[in-house]
């Protein structure tokens, strides 16, 4: 199994297992991820919940291949996909959340981070959301929080270009607390982690609904608006044209578009 769960002092781990794909996301692997989550809401046992991937790679993103051969669908359909179900679980989780990034964190590996409580990033980490270049636009509410989170400009550079960007980065624009060696990385998250076994459940857990206040309305809504036009283009022959350059380990030429 490419996820990997465990549950040890107050702490649910969440460990993308996948080194030979470089931790890609398959439709399987998010769902599995969707059910540790909601399992994880509802153990009172379990007080916050860890997201780790592997020493050199936290995800490079959505399998390509089920991109091109399971895409999520449009309309209800895809509301209904394991994608949709994980990071409905994500944001539906009362609990903390916490992330350890090691390596690259591309595509829906940078977009997790948006909606996780507390991301630490290895120094060796690399975020990119490459989605314009792979003929899609941004998902998962990030045309929103990105731009809010680091004004419009530096969100065109991440979201537009798709530019990827270092651990020194991710914190200075927002998206992460801090950096650590890539061999602490993990033991520092969990400790966070482990701090709310010595917090009151029930303050933590309104308290983390306040911190989403209002906003979380606006989040389901661009979700939604987003992942309708995002389906569109997962067929589009733009994507296509991209989707077979990377198997083809090539540049994709969009010069015919
Ligand atoms: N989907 C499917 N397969 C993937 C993948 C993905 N997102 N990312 C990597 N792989 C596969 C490669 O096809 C390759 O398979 P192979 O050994 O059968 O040829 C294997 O994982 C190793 O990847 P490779 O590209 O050779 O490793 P690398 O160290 O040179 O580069 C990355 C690592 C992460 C930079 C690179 O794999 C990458 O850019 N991946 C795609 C990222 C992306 O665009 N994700 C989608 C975002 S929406």
């Known amino acids: ?23 890609a996301l398959t439709v399987a692997m998010y769902q599995a991820m969707s ?7 509802a153990d009172p046992a ?24 399971r895409a999520p669908g449009q309309g209800s359909d895809a509301m209904d996909s394991p994608v949709f179900r994980f990071m409905r679980a994500l944001l539906d989780c009362d609990k903390p959340v916490v992330a350890a990034v090691t390596g690259a964190a591309i595509g829906i590996g940078t977009t997790m981070l948006l909606h996780c409580d507390f991301v630490y990033v290895a120094d060796d980490a690399r975020l990119a959301m490459p989605f314009v270049a792979l003929g899609l636009v941004p998902e998962f509410a990030s045309s929103l929080v990105v731009p809010q989170l680091m004004g419009h400009r530096r969100a065109a550079e991440k979201l537009l270009l798709g ?31 482990e701090r709310f076994n010595q917090l009151p459940p029930g303050a933590v857990r309104e308290a983390k ?11 389901v809504q661009t979700i939604r608006t987003e992942g309708e036009i995002f389906g569109r283009r997962l067929k589009s022959p733009e994507a296509m044209e991209a989707f077979q350059a990377f198997f083809q380990k090539r540049k994709p030429d969009f010069s015919r578009f």
């Open 35 to 41: 059910d540790a989550l909601v399992a994880a809401k």
């Open 1 to 23: 199994m490419s996820i990997k769960t465990a549950t040890l002092n107050g702490v649910a781990t969440i460990e993308i297992a996948r080194p030979e794909k470089k931790n």
């Open 209 to 219: 609904q306040l911190l989403r206040g209002p906003q979380h309305a606006a989040i």
């Open 46 to 69: 379990v007080r916050a919940v860890l997201i780790t991937g592997q020493p050199g790679i936290f995800t490079s993103g959505n399998d390509i291949e089920d991109f091109m051969t």
């Open 163 to 193: 530019d990827p960007f270092t651990a020194e980065q991710a914190v200075d624009c927002g998206i992460a607390n801090a950096v650590l060696a890539a061999s602490e990385v993990v033991n520092h998250a969990r400790r966070v982690a």
